[in-house]
């Protein structure tokens, strides 16, 4: 699979819920497990990189999805340490979905501030199995089936004059599972469902009494739910002034025209959470939304205390 690294400026923040979340600190890392949700922050005063694992398996499909309030750089990186390809991304967010994962083990990704803005961010990371598998050949062909340890898998193969038999399964190890093939009926073979309790790739061979007779089938693939973590990765964001960095200016300049309050500091420390939800939806203020960059100030002032 061809890689490239990838760094990206996200702006967009999104809430997730977490229930018995893992905590850690610091410039921080934290384990997903085989999935889950991660949630964080980073500082500006800090240069800090969050390191977020996740352990996949090859012939799963990734579904990512990751944004922040603040300009972010993310990095996905593969078990040998190589940034792995996510596409073209917009500049407000991460979003993958169906990616072929091509490799078994550790993935790692890294959050870090682009610029030396500050803010939180969210992670979701899922792998799934496609249940269905569609194969085709021709004669004596070897299927390579992947599988998560605990599933089951069963196939159903079909053919004309040429009678496609079910000859061989291997399990990853390489060790057989069928007593016997299983050989047609009515031009059809179908292996029942059979146990991979063993992760990895497993090999089904398929052969027909006419090398060249063509042959379709499909395997059938159930897979035991994957358990999901909940992680929280707090490290602290650095106090944000409603004097030094900004915070009153901007909610005088935008907001004070249509609402008293938003010109002193008492009047906003008051008032400003029942005035973030509007501010978020861009129906406040009505001559147009704040840019990302504002409402991710807001939000930083807040988190941090709302002082002077």
């Not at 889950?36 to 012939?59: F, H, N, P, W």
């Not at 998560?148 to 599972?177: F, K, M, N, Q």
């Not at 061979?205 to 499909?218: C, E, K, M, R």
């Not at 935008?254 to 939800?277: F, P, Q």
């Amino acid at each position: 699979m061809r890689q490239r690294t990838i760094v990206l400026a996200v702006l967009l923040s999104v809430s997730i819920l977490s229930s018995s979340p893992v905590r850690a600190s610091g410039d921080a890392s934290g384990s997903l497990g085989s999935g889950g949700r991660a949630k964080g922050d980073i500082a500006r005063d800090s240069g800090e990189t969050d390191r977020i694992t996740v352990d996949l398996t090859q012939g799963a499909s990734l579904t990512l999805r990751f944004s922040a309030g603040f300009q972010a750089t993310f990095i996905l990186t593969d078990p040998n340490g190589a940034p792995v390809d996510l596409g073209v991304q917009s500049a407000t967010r991460v979003r993958v979905t169906d990616l072929p994962v091509p490799a078994t083990g550790t993935y790692t990704a890294a959050i870090a501030s682009a610029d030396g803005s500050q803010g939180f961010y969210q992670l979701s990371v899922r792998q799934l199995w496609p249940r269905k598998l569609a194969i085709s050949g021709t004669g004596h062909t070897r299927v390579d089936v992947p599988m998560p340890p605990g599933g089951r898998l069963a196939a159903v193969v079909h053919g004309g004059a040429g009678e496609p038999e079910i000859t061989a399964l291997e399990d990853s190890a390489g060790d057989a599972l069928l007593a016997a093939p299983i050989v047609t009926s009515g031009h059809t073979a179908k292996l029942p469902p059979t146990d991979a309790s063993a992760g990895g790739i497993y090999h089904l061979t398929i052969d027909t009494a006419d090398p060249s007779s063509a042959w379709t089938g499909v395997v059938t693939r159930t897979t035991p739910a994957s358990p999901s973590t909940d992680l929280k990765l707090s490290n602290g964001l650095a106090v944000v002034s409603y004097f030094n960095d900004g915070v009153g200016t901007l909610l005088a300049r935008r907001c004070g025209h249509c609402h008293g309050w938003a010109s002193s500091y008492g009047g906003a420390r008051s008032y400003i959470r029942h005035a973030l939800g509007r501010i978020v939806s861009g129906s406040m203020p009505p001559d147009g939304p704040l840019a990302r960059a504002d409402i991710a100030l807001i939000r930083a002032w807040i988190a941090t205390g709302r002082a002077r």
